[in-house]
């Protein structure tokens, strides 16, 4: 009986040992020196910016822990295993960098041969609202657990999921596995609510798209895609939240097989919204965004597609922005999708100016050509179509990979004070067309030369 006891107390002791080092807040080092980051964090733990982590595998935040980062700290991402940190409902993430110390995710390859999709990305999941049967809503790429609901559902629209400012994501963007749509993005946003903060965001080298919303209705502001491999700014779901000061910056040789998009905004798939299905409908406001492909570059991938793809019943909106360059400046699609601009008006283009683009606009899935003709150029909208780079008066090293400035040019009809639309509630009401005017918001902190920085 002594020699059971003793048996069954040396195993407690086992098990609790095991237990503690799998939620252990102070994770073990490499031998290269970086601090490992894997496996489920429960507890609430703190990033220091005095050492470099490195993401193994999967890393779940669990509900009720919150993962704080120093400003100035350096995670990388591990190849082998595709490292990937997943921020679950509940949980939140802390990481406020600051213009002079921005938090990094970046690849865990030497300098000079980090690629797009080295590493998972970022996901965030929240308790907001998605416009699919909750019991549906898996994460791409095979990720644990399940998101959002219809807004039938009790789903938080004021669910805070934590703080992102400052932060830079390069070189992510891996498929997680074999299967269709299984790509992490740079920045993947799961039925976030409004709760939580976007700010001053850089995605670069993303092997996916650069930022993706599936529902909810977070707010972001100041977020540069860099040289993303497939969409830019994608939505889903029936997200619903505003968007404001975002730029694109296109690798003219680089594009996705499935063709690559500034915007490309769903409902769903097929789309068709019934009683207690599809609502939430996909919705957001975005407003000063400039999109920026150089057609003229060497090499240019035909796969560019459209500056905007407008598909599946989606009612997204946009004011005082600019497309320069895609193969097609604004494609809409769907008759469900041309209801909501003409009929419903809930699908707004007003100040949005289409930039050397072979063709301006494109009819699909039943739209009618004139039809989407008279409705963009009614005059109150103001919107425009300009046929050449030259006439839009962009600064000279607007299109610079590794060292663009994106002002425009002071007699550039993007700083035409008049220009600009009425923006909705919740937005700032700006004086010109695009991301920029006198101020370029990017200096200091970003970064779009990842490929040759020391960390």
């Known amino acids: 009986m002594k020699l059971f006891r003793l048996f069954s107390l040396t195993c407690l002791l086992s098990l609790a040992l095991w237990s503690c080092k799998e939620e252990k807040t102070d994770p073990p080092v490499e031998a290269t020196g970086n601090v490992k980051l894997e496996g489920n964090i429960r507890e609430n733990m703190t990033l220091s910016a005095s050492k470099k982590y490195i993401l193994l595998d999967k890393v779940y935040v669990k509900s009720g822990a919150t993962l704080t980062i120093e400003a100035g700290t350096v995670i990388f991402g591990d190849k082998s295993t595709a490292g990937t940190l997943i921020i679950e409902p509940g949980a939140k993430i802390i990481a406020e960098g600051t213009a002079a110390k921005p938090i990094v995710f970046t690849s865990a390859q030497a300098k000079g041969s980090r690629a797009a999709g080295d590493w998972g990305g970022i996901v965030i999941m929240g308790k907001g609202a998605a416009n699919r049967p909750a019991a549906t809503l898996r994460p791409e790429g095979g990720l644990a657990g399940t998101y959002g609901g219809s807004n039938y559902g009790g789903v938080v629209d004021a669910d805070n999921s934590g703080v992102l ?5 390069e070189f992510a963007g891996v498929a997680l596995s074999t299967t269709a749509n299984s790509e992490i993005n740079g920045l993947t946003l799961y039925a976030v609510g409004k709760g939580t903060t ?11 798209d650069s930022f993706e919303w599936f529902g909810g209705n977070v707010n972001a502001k100041y977020l540069i895609a860099h040289r993303g491999v497939d969409d830019d700014f994608d939505t889903d779901f029936g997200y619903t939240g505003n968007v404001q000061f975002a730029v694109a910056l296109r690798d003219a040789t680089v594009a996705d097989q499935s063709t690559s998009n500034g915007f490309e905004s769903d409902n769903y798939d097929p789309g068709t919204v019934t009683a207690t299905d599809g ?3 996909t919705a957001p406001n975005f407003a000063n965004v400039s999109i920026f492909l150089d057609r003229s570059a060497t090499g240019l991938n035909a796969l560019h597609g459209r500056g905007m793809h407008l598909r599946r019943n989606t009612s997204t909106s946009c004011y005082n922005s600019v497309f320069v360059g895609h193969t097609e400046g604004l494609r809409l699609d ?20 289409l930039v050397n683009n072979p063709t301006a606009l494109k009819e699909a899935g ?12 009614t005059p109150n909208y103001k919107n425009s179509i ?3 780079l030259a006439d839009a008066k962009l600064n000279t090293n607007t299109f610079n990979l590794t060292a663009p400035n994106f002002l425009p040019a002071s007699d550039s009809p993007l700083l035409v004070t008049t220009s600009a639309a009425t923006v909705p509630s919740g937005l700032t009401q700006t ?19 990842p490929q040759n920085t020391d960390y």
């Open 165 to 169: 400012k400052y932060v830079r994501i």
């Open 198 to 208: 976007l700010e001053y965001i850089q995605v670069s080298h993303c092997g996916d």
């Open 279 to 281: 609502t939430p409908k």
């Open 334 to 353: 769907g008759t469900t999708t041309w209801a909501n601009a003409n009929t419903d008006n809930t699908l707004k283009l007003q100040g949005v100016y």
């Open 366 to 377: 039943g739209v009618v050509l004139n039809d989407l003709n008279a409705w963009f150029t």
């Open 386 to 388: 300009i046929a050449t």
């Open 431 to 449: 004086d010109y067309i695009g991301a920029f005017k006198a101020t370029d918001w990017t200096a200091g902190w970003a970064n779009f030369n």
